[in-house]
């Protein structure tokens, strides 16, 4: 039988997915509702469930399916076909998956747990030079696990750097050539805006960000708004963690979590729109779907098109419901009376316009994760000229605060305090997370882009939020994004659904209009 090969693939891989669907409902029970006592059992039972992954996913009867179907020209011949696509990514994630040797996998995960410690520490006490002789052992190894596997040929095929092979597992197809020639017009740009913002004396009050809200009420209207956005809450839930995130663990079972400070409810609600948006996308994923092939149809769940295509493009449709849908004045407009009958008199003084000016205050700051969307990506950019230069070898880590608090001043225009409230806020180095950060901006920057052609398509787009109508965004973005699964290269879904490869323009152009509206700017 001509696909029995793909068949036995997508079984294989569908008992390795459904696997896996237990691991993160362990994790998930564990950040939620797992009594404390249970911690030490619960390590074992997620060891034992990651091994019986890790083996299913690395089985030698895997490559030797995938290299049968890559042989079959039925299945392969066209590259844009479904089938090539699940092919082409299953050879990926296998690649991933086996070409690390067991030796170093066991060696990140015994030095990235000691420089976490040392990493915490040394950020309690402010001190790089504890921290440095790890962040060294860190890039060494972060270099030989790029030497494994590869760098990758760039869309241009000029020849890469090992950044490209650890980008490749957040985003593929993604170079750091690449990302330079765009960020680099963003960071001019974005510092130019970010002066202007700071010399405007036409500044918001953030009187109704400090309204005290208790947490049940917040949580009552939180789920009405994701209820509203679209958010399946009879395929989901939305509970209460330290840490929030987004688990679209199984069909019919997306997770989120959120965190409630009775004295700034917007942290919940833009938090929650957050996690929603990334809800969305699992919910709007062919998870359910079949692929029909000569007779026989394959469930689509555990294949790649059943799968998000990048951490870049699943941060744009977060970010999207986040910023352009729930930080426009358009929101406001129509959340208002229900944030008041939902959450009480705390709002009764605030217009919705006083709502939107607050929620869109820009103030460049030193820290990443309490950063706006004017001067966020800016924190992003620093991060990734500094690991670039790292990995290649041209920055030594012991230069790294310098370096670190100068571009702080030249792109913000902040003097950085101390290295616990500069290169030592994140965690993300000491345990060897390098080529993660872009994808929070490529996510800004892709929302962005998608934004403008959906304002070209749904011509009513503010009206209809206005007056809390989601249906034609959420059914624009099921089409044009979700369904696809992992079909296409991010970089190739942006320029099928805009027309335009991606660009800074469209992020810039949002930014100047709305967050410049605010400041009086132009
Ligand atoms: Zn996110």
New binding site residues.
Partial sequence: MAHSALKELCDLSRSAATLGSIGSLLSWDQETYMPPAAAAHRAEQQAMMAALVHERRTSPRIGDLIASCESDRSLTGDPASPTAAMVREFRREYDLATKLPGDLVAELARTGSQAQEVWKEARQKSDFAMFAPWLEKMMALARRKADCYGIPKGPDAKPGERYDALLNEYEPGMTARELDSIFTPLRQRLSAFIAQVAASTNKPSTAPLSVRIDASRQHVFGQFVIDAMGFDLKAGRLDVTTHPF?SGMAPGDTRLTTRYRDEKFTDALYGTM??AG?GLYEQGLPKQGTLGTNGSAIPLFGTPLSESISLGI??SQ??MWENLVGRSRAFWEWALPHARRIMGDALAAFTAEDLFRAVNTAQPSFIRVEADEATYNMHVMVRFEIERALLSGDLQPRDVPAVWNRKYKDYLGVDVPDDRRGCLQDVHWSFGLIGYFPTYTL?NLYASQFWQTIQGQIGDIDRQIARGEFKDLKAWLNRNIHAHGRRYRAADLCKMVTGSPLSAEPFIAYLEGKVGSVYGIK
């Fill in positions: 987004c957050h996690e990334h699943h941060e977060s970010r996510g």
